[in-house]
């Protein structure tokens, strides 16, 4: 009888060990594999494969600014928002005269100060993330309305297009800023006191403050990188699209939010890496090449998206309640 219950908690370990090392990975194999069989084999061609990971630089960076707003068991729904003012303030610069890398700083100095708004807000009204990030994007929504006339932006000086949409030694700037960032914000958390300092806040906030941790001060950290993250994105994706999008990053949140989870960072705060998250969005830009392939419509991807969130959530409550 000690034997099989032994035998069962060894199975459960093993599992939370392998979901929490390989889960995200295993999704994604199965996921190429099975999409490049049902679609005849085009997914699976090397000019395929390079546009997904295009089309998932956007996805990867809103989601590693997500990422350190969920590590703290919080969340920001304003990355979208956030995203589309910024790179709409750059792409006003940028049509004004002013030089490339003074637009291009502005709108990641832009993002600087919205996240810290973001994290001095959750600070001083003791107010859960959610409900101030709810109503910021909001603000900052229709301030980008208001500051675009409702109108898209366009005419950038062909500089700024090569160097931000351009291609690199056969790979897409967009992929390497990705990537680059990811490796920073890796190296952030694994190697620096404040990166470690942020899983022990979300693991647990009060006994974090209790070993002198400063709460608030690591808070609006998590919050500026989530908005350094997304002013990011918003210049990449004005450069992709050669115009500045007043309506650009509606939803993007929700892909975000995904592509995290997915990514194996618990909901709960604590727990995850930058990698996994990468990986979150490739799988959810492999979704959406895929069901692109195959002609289905574009808004049976909402369902799949919502679907993997619940299922992921989910995991991650049972594999914890396991633990």
């Known amino acids: 009888m000690n034997y099989k219950l032994q035998g069962k908690g060894m199975k459960i370990y093993s599992f939370r060990n392998f979901w929490s090392k390989f889960g995200t990975l295993a999704i994604l194999i199965f996921l190429v594999l099975f999409i490049g069989i049902i679609s005849n084999g085009y997914f699976l061609t090397p000019e395929n494969i390079v546009q997904i990971f295009l089309q998932s630089s956007i996805t990867i960076l809103i989601a590693i600014g997500e990422f350190f707003a969920i590590l703290l068991a919080g969340i920001d729904l304003s990355v979208g928002a956030v995203?589309?003012?910024t790179g709409l303030v750059s792409a006003k610069l940028l049509t004004a005269g002013m030089p490339v890398i003074v637009?291009?700083?502005a709108g990641l100095f832009l993002g600087i100060v919205l996240g810290a708004f973001n994290g001095a807000l959750?600070?001083?009204?003791?107010?859960?993330?959610?409900i101030i990030t709810l109503g910021t994007q909001a603000i900052f929504r229709g301030a980008t309305l208001i500051i675009s006339n409702a109108r898209s932006v366009f005419g950038f000086p062909p500089?700024?297009?090569?160097?931000?949409?351009?291609?690199l030694l056969g790979i897409p700037v967009p992929v390497i800023i990705a990537l680059a960032f990811a490796a920073l914000c890796s190296w952030f958390t694994k190697r620096t006191k404040a990166g470690r300092n942020l899983y022990a806040i979300g693991g647990n906030k009060n006994a974090a403050w209790y070993n002198g941790i400063a709460v608030k001060k690591h808070t609006l950290l998590a919050f500026?990188?989530?908005g350094f993250a997304a002013g990011l994105a918003g210049i990449v994706t004005i450069a992709r699209l050669g115009a500045a999008e007043p309506q650009a990053g509606i939803g993007f949140e929700t892909y975000a939010i995904a592509s995290t989870i997915i990514g194996g960072t618990s909901f709960f705060g604590g727990i995850g890496r930058v990698w996994g998250v990468v990986i979150g969005g490739l799988i959810i830009g492999v979704i959406n090449n895929g069901l692109n392939i195959l002609n289905v419509p574009t808004f049976y991807q909402q369902i799949?998206?919502?679907?993997l969130i619940i299922i992921s959530v989910y995991l991650d409550h049972f594999v914890s309640k396991k633990k």
């Open 83 to 85: 995203m589309a003012l």
């Open 122 to 130: 959750v600070n001083s009204t003791g107010l859960h993330p959610f």
């Open 103 to 105: 637009a291009i700083a």
């Open 304 to 307: 799949v998206m919502g679907s």
């Open 159 to 167: 500089v700024f297009m090569q160097t931000v949409s351009g291609v």
């Open 224 to 226: 500026i990188i989530s």
